[in-house]
């Protein structure tokens, strides 16, 4: 809890410190400011941004994406699975968009964001009654297995998208698609009753998911600029 404050804390004071960095020198720009809700790959969101120089404008988001219980039947080696997963990817965000082009609203966008949701969860148990030879054990007696992955919980954001933060009139849409860099997941297996031994293979699994750093992004936003 402490991590997640300072990180807030950190990416707000950054925020301010930007934007009244350039009041200074352009207080013209620096009235503008926008609100912003978006939908997408990482759920649903909502921002400020603030215009601080021509080419650039900075945004300072939350993004919800949570799914909890979402129940299906995975096979496995010819037998049925039912699976729980849940997926946590809530986060937030301090972006920087440069928008090299006057008369257009192609960005780039760079930032940081603090993953205050981060994790995989699956929960699995047999489905049926499986036979081992002339042995025919029920689902509770095999076990349940459950695997879990955890990324960092700070993590760069690259990305190019249409559409200002701050829009030049008072309704603007955009479009961005990106990646997050949250680097390998850590990931744990965790088995009962027969399928306890599982655990031995939680360094295999770990391997075989550390090609899973990037996080994609894709969103579709709607900005309402307030002044």
């Known amino acids: 809890m402490n991590t997640l404050r300072y990180s807030l804390l950190f990416m707000v004071f950054t925020f301010v410190g930007i934007t009244s960095t350039y009041a200074q020198e352009?207080?013209?720009?620096?009235?503008k400011i926008a609100i912003g809700l978006s939908a997408g790959s990482q759920g649903g969101g909502l921002d400020v941004s603030k215009n601080v120089h021509p080419n650039f404008n900075i945004k300072l988001g939350f993004n919800y994406f949570k799914l909890d219980d979402f129940t299906q039947?995975?096979?496995?080696?010819?037998?049925s699975m039912n699976t729980n997963i849940n997926i946590d990817f809530t986060n937030v965000e301090l972006l920087v968009e440069y928008m090299p082009f006057k008369t257009s609203s192609f960005k780039i966008v760079g930032g940081l964001a603090y993953?205050?949701?981060?994790n995989v969860q699956a929960v699995g148990e047999y489905a049926d009654n499986?036979?081992?030879g002339e042995v025919t054990l029920a689902p509770a007696d095999i076990g349940t297995l459950e695997i879990k992955s955890e990324w960092a919980q700070v993590a760069p954001y690259f990305g190019i998208?249409?559409?200002?933060?701050v829009p030049k009139r008072r309704v603007g849409f955009g479009f961005d698609i990106g990646a997050y860099y949250a680097g390998s997941p850590?990931?744990?297996?965790?088995g009962t009753r027969l399928l306890e031994e599982m655990r031995t293979q939680q360094e295999t699994l770990e391997t075989n998911l550390s090609g899973y750093s990037w996080y994609p992004r894709l969103t579709l936003r709607l900005a309402v600029r307030i002044n």
Do not use: Q, W, Y
């Open 161 to 165: 998208g249409v559409g200002r933060a």
């Open 186 to 190: 850590k990931t744990t297996i965790t």
């Open 73 to 79: 039947t995975l096979t496995f080696s010819g037998e």
């Open 26 to 31: 352009d207080d013209g720009h620096l009235s």
């Open 130 to 132: 499986v036979t081992f």
């Open 115 to 118: 993953l205050v949701g981060n």
